[in-house]
């Protein structure tokens, strides 16, 4: 196209000096609208360069080979300039300037949701990128007026669009309508501190860090309704909530920093299981802070310590996990949160490999790493068998009663001295 365009400027620009030159003895570089023109020109033809594409990034699958790819990194922003094509020098002159390049400095809370992805911005605002649009702004109601956030740390959204950002400096819980619109705020509460915030049907919950309880609210009315959390049972019982998550089914997902693990709750705070314990290995915790779960309860879950994802089935069994510490493709550094998004998978397929097929994407934070957040897909390759949970879980449950079935029989077959009791060694002597 540009090539095109540059024959055209050549032409008339031919024509143009024969028209300057006669124009006075001082010649057409002399003369005001010959040169005004020939700015216009430079312009234009500077606004024809365009920079070399980025480029590809190696692909990366989770879990490594052999094992069938189930998770595919496909991209990472930062900011507007990975969004945003730059602005040409010819639109920067006719708009009087570039737009100024906004760069996520802390992010935290994520979820994407028809076409957009929102993003808390601890030390700044709620920042909206339009995947349709390809821009990247504030959310304007949450910059100024009733709606303005101090401090957004988490939000969530319900199957009508609407937001809930939860700011525990505010000390309030803001929503805001499908267009960004404010609506009200929750709370606050004397003594209270939401740091996140999840609705199901027509309540809302709300994480309380301080009191260390699930605070329910009436979404319609916004009154305090009730809490759960610190109450009834040890396994219902709290100890330092941070994160939610709530599946199709109502049952909640309580990332607890306090007993290192994921506690589920049905809605009246009964304690419905946990995942997870205090440790270094897959399957355990140090440092658990996002929670997602997908449409078939498959439960994603940030670990800011070891720098990853882990999956688990619906029965809380390890699946897979992925990410690790460094700052290539896939990598995180400190992760904070983890959305599913059925919603946007259209806009990433482009980043796929031709081979593997997108069901959903998984959308990470990065709070201290260039890739502030990370785009997966979750998917099948064509070609492949998946084995079910079911089979997964089946196969598992037979290795591991193999193994404990070896180490009986070699226990039997080599069995330990054991030393006499206490009693009869006293007897000889």
Same mark, same amino acid.
């Given at each position: 196209?540009?090539?095109?365009?540059?024959?055209?400027?050549?032409?008339?620009?031919?024509?143009?000096?024969?028209?300057?030159?006669?124009?006075?003895?001082?010649?057409?570089?002399?003369?005001?609208?010959?040169?005004?023109?020939?700015?216009?020109?430079?312009?234009?033809?500077?606004?024809?360069?365009?920079?070399?594409?980025?480029?590809?990034?190696?692909?990366?699958?989770?879990?490594?080979?052999?094992?069938?790819?189930?998770?595919?990194?496909?991209?990472?922003?930062?900011?507007?300039?990975?969004?945003?094509?730059?602005?040409?020098?010819?639109?920067?002159?006719?708009?009087?300037?570039?737009?100024?390049?906004?760069?996520?400095?802390?992010?935290?809370?994520?979820?994407?949701?028809?076409?957009?992805?929102?993003?808390?911005?601890?030390?700044?605002?709620?920042?909206?990128?339009?995947?349709?649009?390809?821009?990247?702004?504030?959310?304007?109601?949450?910059?100024?007026?009733?709606?303005?956030?101090?401090?957004?740390?988490?939000?969530?959204?319900?199957?009508?669009?609407?937001?809930?950002?939860?700011?525990?400096?505010?000390?309030?819980?803001?929503?805001?309508?499908?267009?960004?619109?404010?609506?009200?705020?929750?709370?606050?509460?004397?003594?209270?501190?939401?740091?996140?915030?999840?609705?199901?049907?027509?309540?809302?919950?709300?994480?309380?860090?301080?009191?260390?309880?699930?605070?329910?609210?009436?979404?319609?009315?916004?009154?305090?309704?009730?809490?759960?959390?610190?109450?009834?049972?040890?396994?219902?019982?709290?100890?330092?909530?941070?994160?939610?998550?709530?599946?199709?089914?109502?049952?909640?997902?309580?990332?607890?920093?306090? &007993?290192?693990?994921?506690?589920?709750?049905?809605?009246?705070?009964?304690?419905?299981?946990? +995942?997870?314990?205090?440790?270094?290995?897959?399957?355990?915790?140090?440092?658990?802070?996002?929670? $997602?779960?997908?449409?078939?309860?498959?439960?994603?879950?940030?670990?800011?310590?070891?720098?990853?994802?882990?999956?688990?089935?619906?029965?809380?069994?390890?699946?897979?996990?992925?990410?690790?510490?460094?700052?290539?493709?896939?990598?995180?550094?400190?992760?904070?949160?983890?959305?599913?998004?059925?919603?946007?998978?259209?806009?990433?397929?482009?980043?796929?490999?031709?081979?593997?097929?997108?069901?959903?994407?998984?959308?990470? +934070?990065?709070?201290?790493?260039?890739?502030?957040?990370?785009?997966?897909?979750?998917?099948?390759?064509?070609?492949?068998?998946?084995? +079910?949970?079911?089979?997964?879980?089946?196969?598992?449950?037979? &290795?591991?009663?193999?193994?404990?079935?070896?180490?009986?029989?070699?226990?039997?077959?080599?069995?330990?001295?054991?030393?006499?009791?206490?009693? $009869?060694?006293?007897?000889?002597?």
């Amino acid at each position: 196209m540009c090539s095109v365009f540059l024959n055209g400027i050549q032409q008339i620009a031919a024509l143009q000096c024969r028209v300057c030159a006669g124009h006075g003895k001082k010649g057409f570089l002399m003369n005001r609208p010959c040169l005004s023109f020939f700015s216009l020109m430079l312009i234009l033809l500077a606004s024809c360069a365009t920079a070399p594409p980025p480029a590809k990034e190696p692909t990366v699958f989770y879990p490594d080979p052999p094992n069938p790819p189930r998770i595919q990194f496909l991209t990472t922003f930062s900011g507007s300039s990975d969004l945003e094509p730059p602005k040409s020098a010819f639109a920067a002159f006719i708009s009087g300037g570039k737009d100024p390049i906004i760069i996520l400095d802390k992010p935290y809370g994520i979820v994407g949701h028809q076409g957009k992805i929102y993003i808390c911005d601890t030390n700044a605002t709620v920042m909206v990128l339009n995947l349709e649009k390809k821009t990247f702004r504030k959310m304007q109601a949450a910059v100024q007026g009733p709606g303005k956030v101090v401090q957004p740390l988490n939000i969530s959204v319900d199957k009508k669009g609407n937001k809930y950002v939860a700011d525990p400096v505010r000390g309030q819980v803001v929503m805001f309508d499908k267009d960004d619109l404010f609506v009200k705020a929750f709370g606050p509460i004397e003594g209270w501190k939401p740091v996140d915030a999840v609705s199901f049907e027509d309540l809302l919950y709300v994480v309380d860090a301080k009191n260390a309880d699930i605070k329910i609210f009436n979404i319609n009315s916004g009154s305090y309704r009730s809490s759960i959390g610190r109450k009834g049972e040890e396994a219902s019982r709290l100890g330092l909530p941070t994160n939610l998550a709530i599946d199709n089914d109502g049952y909640l997902y309580v990332s607890d920093l306090g &007993r290192f693990q994921i506690v589920k709750l049905d809605r009246d705070g009964n304690g419905r299981g946990a +995942t997870g314990s205090l440790g270094r290995t897959p399957g355990s915790f140090a440092r658990p802070r996002g929670v $997602a779960v997908d449409l078939q309860n498959r439960m994603y879950v940030v670990d800011a310590s070891f720098n990853n994802v882990q999956v688990f089935g619906p029965d809380s069994q390890l699946l897979l996990y992925f990410g690790k510490s460094g700052h290539g493709p896939g990598d995180l550094v400190l992760p904070a949160k983890v959305a599913i998004d059925y919603d946007d998978v259209k806009y990433f397929q482009q980043y796929a490999d031709p081979n593997f097929q997108i069901e959903y994407l998984i959308l990470v +934070t990065n709070q201290f790493s260039p890739r502030r957040v990370n785009v997966y897909g979750f998917g099948t390759e064509k070609g492949q068998v998946y084995k +079910t949970n079911e089979q997964l879980l089946q196969e598992l449950k037979e &290795r591991t009663e193999k193994q404990e079935k070896q180490q009986k029989d070699q226990e039997q077959k080599d069995p330990q001295p054991k030393e006499p009791p206490l009693d $009869a060694d006293q007897k000889k002597d």
